[in-house]
Nanobody, 114 residues
């Protein structure tokens, strides 16, 4: 059974930093991992992705501020978020794409106060 456990969200002032983690278990043949977020009243949007080969992709709004990384041995993914802005507020979801399924975490709230 696939399980994704997120942690690291919270409340931070603008300009601050947070680090999100997503630990996966029961999952194999990972093709790509990613972080998505959903602000109140808005659709879920891509934040960043990283492939099994280590290639990364970022939304323009977070380039230069966020860094996605992974620990393959632990099936864990991270999102280091620096210089946070109020518009970064939302629920952040991790996503693991395998050859046979797409799997989502439960979401973790990130709130950036101005």
């Amino acid at each position: 059974q696939v399980q994704l456990v997120e942690s690291g969200g919270g409340l931070v002032q603008a300009g601050g930093s947070l680090r999100l983690s997503c630990a996966a278990s029961g999952i194999f043949r990972i093709i790509r991992m990613g972080w998505y977020r959903q602000a109140p009243g808005k659709q879920r949007e891509l934040v960043a992705t990283i492939t099994s080969g280590g290639s990364t992709n970022y939304a323009d709004s977070v380039k230069g501020r966020f860094t996605i990384s992974r620990d393959g041995a632990k099936n864990t993914m991270y999102l280091q978020m620096n210089s946070l802005k109020p518009e970064d507020t939302g629920v952040y979801y991790c996503n693991f794409l395998t050859a046979t399924s797409q799997n989502w975490g439960q979401g973790t709230q990130v709130t950036v106060s101005s």
